[in-house]
């Protein structure tokens, strides 16, 4: 079955201030799918939630998610306060059998810290920094290519509507690579700005500033 997915994408502010755009969506949209902006660190980006039906989610994986965006992480990203009016929402959809499933679709917590570990106060000055784009391309290559799995998976609805949580300028990139460009139309979007790296010599500049993202870099590139 070839589905045409409804995408609806809503941002939020990651700030000290509470930002319910992405919890009120939940609410009034209804969508069939949720896509996060969380780490996944499993082979496929599925939430344990769609194993179950609508009515028999279990309150024990509920309440640990409530539990997980709750004390010390709101000391560190604030934030992530409005996540747990998204997911009373989304409980609520659940409770009047309404099915929504949940994908996680970043990339592992060991690629994604790496923004505390290296870049912390860079922002925004480091959208002119190349390194700061080769990280954004490896997440936004797993981004994708976990949409993909789940278009690739979903059997439900011809048109499934689906709710992104992805931040915009994230999105806006991911549906650049979910239409399959070339290796060089993938290298200009990116790192076509800057002189100082090359196809041949990127690699190794990465290799010598930061060990995960050349991990990445080899596992994942089309370079």
């Known amino acids: 079955?070839?589905?045409?997915?409804?995408?609806?994408?809503?941002?939020?502010?990651?700030?000290?201030?509470?930002?319910?755009?992405?919890?009120?969506?939940?609410?009034?949209?209804?969508?069939?799918?949720?896509?996060?902006?969380?780490?996944?660190?499993?082979?496929?980006?599925?939430?344990?939630?769609?194993?179950?039906?609508?009515?028999?989610?279990?309150?024990?994986?509920?309440?640990?998610?409530?539990?997980?965006?709750?004390?010390?992480?709101?000391?560190?990203?604030?934030?992530?306060?409005?996540?747990?009016?998204?997911?009373?929402?989304?409980?609520?959809?659940?409770?009047?059998?309404?099915?929504?499933?949940?994908?996680?679709?970043?990339?592992?917590?060991?690629?994604?810290?790496?923004?505390?570990?290296?870049?912390m106060g860079s922002y925004p000055c480091i959208e002119k920094n190349w390194i700061w784009w080769v990280k954004i391309y490896l997440r936004e290559k797993i981004m994708a290519k976990n949409i993909k799995y789940i278009l690739n998976n979903y059997k439900e609805k011809n048109n499934p509507n689906i709710l992104i949580f992805l931040q915009s300028f994230h999105w806006e990139h991911v549906r650049f690579l979910l239409t399959n460009p070339t290796k060089n139309e993938i290298w200009k979007y990116y790192f076509g700005n800057f002189r100082e790296i090359n196809k041949k010599n990127i690699g190794n500049k990465i290799k010598k500033i930061n060990k995960v993202f050349y991990k990445y870099w080899n596992e994942i590139s089309d370079f």
């Open 1 to 119: 079955m070839t589905i045409e997915p409804i995408y609806h994408q809503v941002d939020c502010i990651e700030s000290n201030k509470l930002d319910l755009r992405q919890a009120n969506a939940v609410r009034k949209y209804k969508h069939d799918i949720i896509i996060f902006e969380y780490p996944n660190n499993n082979n496929v980006p599925d939430m344990e939630f769609n194993n179950f039906e609508a009515l028999k989610k279990p309150k024990r994986l509920y309440d640990k998610m409530i539990k997980n965006l709750s004390g010390n992480i709101l000391k560190i990203h604030p934030w992530v306060k409005a996540d747990q009016f998204v997911w009373e929402n989304i409980n609520e959809l659940w409770n009047k059998n309404h099915q929504v499933l949940l994908y996680r679709v970043d990339a592992p917590s060991e690629l994604t810290r790496e923004w505390l570990d290296v870049w």
